[in-house]
């Protein structure tokens, strides 16, 4: 069970190259501010709860962003088996309002399977370095480039858009990531009710979706159908 799967939908998921009617360029102003917060939620497993995590967007000055989301198991497999994850992002905001990673860790422990990834982003060589286990992938950046966990800020920045595409560094090269505006409901959360607009993963099917409310940077639900038909769903409980 990968929680932090649902983390890099790049949801939800910056500000890449797109030439079609009403996407954004990785260069256009015309977004919302940052503002810090701190977002805690349930990880749900058919139907049930099977973990928790916490999302926070720290300002560290001069333009400079910090993104940390934990994720641990507390019921089911995911507490037998120790799931604790960890994503630490941190990236800038450049003079024309774009996003762009810096550096990105990402840490599982678990008692079947652990893992580790960190991308270095050389922006004066224009060069992403991945260390995914022993093996080191290089590859050259394109402007705005981010990391998978940053999509979901990205996203909530541009969230008036009917299309989004953002350029997210992946494991071996740059994967664009487009998001498509889909319907606008009321969903019923344990943070409370909000007006939601439900954001699709469109350059790969079945990838997930995230929802967002004006004013709200963070995601309010994250969902991914798994293989097995049952869908991971990351439900808001609090924000500040």
Do not use: C
């Not at 950046?141 to 940053?150: T, Y």
């Not at 099917?205 to 639900?221: D, E, T, V």
């Amino acid at each position: 069970m990968r929680f932090l799967v649902l983390l890099g939908l790049a949801v939800l998921p910056l500000l890449a190259s797109a030439f079609e009617p009403n996407s954004r360029s990785p260069h256009d102003a015309a977004s919302e501010p940052l503002k810090p917060f701190v977002a805690s939620y349930d990880v749900k497993r058919g139907g049930k709860v099977i973990g928790e995590a916490t999302m926070t967007l720290s300002d560290n000055g001069d333009r400079q962003w910090t993104l940390v989301t934990e994720t641990r198991g507390t019921a089911g497999m995911a507490r037998l088996l120790g799931l604790d994850v960890r994503e630490a992002s941190e990236f800038v905001v450049d003079g024309q309002s774009a996003l762009q990673s810096t550096n990105y860790r990402y840490k599982q422990d678990a008692t079947l399977k652990s893992k580790q990834r960190r991308i270095e982003f050389d922006w004066q060589a224009n060069e992403a370095r991945v260390t995914d286990k022993d093996e080191l992938f290089r590859y050259a950046l394109q402007a705005g480039s981010i990391d998978r966990q940053v999509v979901a800020v990205a996203l909530g920045r541009s969230q008036r858009l009917e299309n989004n595409t953002f350029p997210v560094a992946a494991k071996e090269g740059i994967e664009n990531q487009r998001f498509e505006r889909r319907e606008t409901r009321s969903l019923n959360l344990p943070a409370g009710r909000y007006d939601a607009t439900r954001f699709e993963r469109t350059d790969k099917p079945n990838k997930g979706s995230s929802w967002y409310a004006p004013g709200l940077l963070a995601p309010l639900q994250i969902e991914q159908l798994q293989k097995d038909g049952n869908t991971i769903v990351m439900e808001l409980k609090a924000i500040r």
